[in-house]
């Protein structure tokens, strides 16, 4: 049997987020038109890391707006810029040239 999880996902109230950085000012924001794929090593408050992959949304200087699937729902959290990099995404053309 494969790992991974299983099975139904927890409810919102037991969901405990990774640890974040406040919401920056609305004016040092840049919101890209497109988001930009990223890996993010993310750390829970119990100390516990994980890399997720995830999207970068919108990013300051020092953060970025990090976004991704964790129990089968969307998270989003501000996180340091420095935990994430990019991440390229494989063509899903799938016809021959």
Known sequence: MGTGWHGIPPSADRFVAPVGLPKPAPGEVTEPLKALPVWAEVTYA???GATVKGFA????????LLQWVEYSRARETWVPA???RRRV???RNTRAA
Do not use: I, P
């Open 46 to 48: 119990d100390g516990v």
């Open 57 to 64: 949304m919108a990013w300051t200087s020092a953060a970025v």
């Open 82 to 84: 420095t935990v994430c």
């Open 89 to 91: 995404l494989e063509s």
